[in-house]
């Protein structure tokens, strides 16, 4: 089970934010086929949100073939973004931690190393669309 | 979907003041509905009409199929939280929810006993020795135990610190959730009914200044800034609820439901809480002489 918060600064709609942390939380395989989202009333008494705001967030799961709701006992996830991908973050993560490192040792800050990394990613995506 | 509150040019004027004037509302079912508005503009008026504790002095208002207080069916399914949170001060806990249970047909027990044991209050206590934050989630816990199909609450939240705010908010989405009843709320802060509203009124200067649900409020009010310019000249389709300018640049908040065209402008979506603010400096530059433009080229 997963837990919703809620960025009010953020100026992204709530109802994004929950189908936002519930495609990350799959992702990150921390949600799999199977699992039980939190229930409607359990995501407004945590959250102090309207209950129609969380019935879109899942309507549109179930729109995007990742959840469905079982009724009277609630909304499960159905589907997968993290594929066979997942057995691969491990490695992944472990480079890019030892990246991380050199960039510190190079002499690099926190808002330097993530303009990097988006710069680079950016330039990257742009050239594999080309 | 049926209206639970409509209004039909509805007015109440005290002597020679009307409080609320020319209001006309149909608030459809299933929503959490936000009243807002600045002090004095008429809320607690609008809403003491739709539980019948004032009459109109023109136009009607029907609650629920019927005009309040029409009958005792009619209010059993209508819960009322006024403002503060009133309390017998020298009742304690347990008394108000015999009285609950005595004075309500519907009367849910078991849901006012659970209640009040989740929230840690004790049975025994005398209610004027409760806190702000216990005195309100007493007086909600009545006004949820009595099943209405639609709450009407006066300024919750109004005198509550933060933490009794968001646990008052977060008791009453979840009885809206478990019941599934339509809710009007009103405050004179729009932030603390941003998270929980799907509807709003904005009420300002005894006048209801715009009403709808807030997804489509938000997608039909757009903020354009670009080159000075007079508001005067916008398409017919565009109304201007707020304009400021510096000698170069102009920047309205405009309401239109057809997409703004005009390349001069940078069109970016605006919050809940500036298109509320909007509204209310409009009621105020209406209130003055002279507010016209003056172009300098």
Wanted: glycine fraction near 8%.
């Amino acid at each position: 089970m997963i837990e919703f918060h809620l960025d009010a600064r953020s100026g992204v709609a709530p109802y994004l934010q929950l189908i936002h942390q519930v495609r990350q939380a799959l992702r990150l395989g921390l949600l799999r086929e199977g699992d039980q989202l939190p229930t409607v009333k359990d995501v407004v008494a945590r959250l102090a949100i309207n209950p129609n705001t969380v019935l879109k967030a899942y309507r549109e799961l179930e729109y995007q073939g990742l959840a469905a709701a079982r009724p009277g006992i609630g909304t499960f996830v159905t589907g997968t973004l993290s594929g066979a991908s997942l057995a691969a973050h491990g490695p992944l993560r472990r480079d890019l931690r030892r990246w991380l490192a050199k960039a510190r040792r190079a002499g690099l800050d926190d808002e330097s190393i993530e303009a990097l990394f988006l710069n680079t990613f950016r330039s990257a995506s742009e050239e594999d669309i080309a | 979907m049926t209206a639970v509150l409509e209004a039909r040019e509805l007015g109440k004027r005290y002597r020679r003041l009307w409080a609320l004037a020319d209001c006309t509302l149909s608030i459809p079912a299933g929503h959490v509905v936000g009243l807002v508005g600045p002090n004095g503009a008429g809320k607690t008026t609008l809403l003491s009409l739709a539980v019948g504790l004032l009459a109109p002095t023109a136009g009607t208002i029907e609650v629920l199929g019927g005009r309040p207080p029409a009958s005792p069916a009619q209010l059993a399914r209508v819960g009322f939280l006024a403002q503060d949170a009133p309390v017998y001060a020298g009742l304690p806990v347990a008394d108000h929810l015999r009285l609950g249970a005595h004075l309500n047909p519907g009367w849910d027990a078991e849901l006012a006993r659970s209640r009040i044991e989740r929230l840690d209050l004790d049975p025994g206590q005398k209610a004027g020795k409760l806190s702000g934050g216990q005195r309100a989630q007493l007086a909600l816990t009545l006004a949820v135990a009595k099943r209405p199909e639609l709450l009407i609450l006066d300024e919750p939240v109004a005198s509550l610190d933060p933490l009794a705010r968001r646990e008052f908010l977060q008791d009453l989405m979840e009885a809206v959730a478990e019941q599934g009843l339509s809710v009007v709320l009103s405050s004179h802060l729009v932030a603390d009914l941003e998270r929980v509203c799907d509807y709003l009124i904005v009420l300002v200067g005894s006048r209801v200044r715009a009403a709808g649900p807030v997804e489509e409020l938000l997608a039909t009010h757009h903020l354009l800034s670009g080159p000075r310019r007079d508001p005067d000249t916008l398409p017919a389709g565009q109304e201007v609820i707020s304009a400021s300018h510096t000698d170069r640049q102009t920047t309205l908040l405009v309401r239109t439901s057809d997409p703004v065209l005009d390349p001069a402008w940078t069109v970016s979506e605006v919050g809940l809480e500036d298109l509320v603010l909007a509204y209310m400096s409009q009621a105020t530059r209406r209130g003055r002489r002279n507010h016209h433009l003056e172009v300098q080229k």
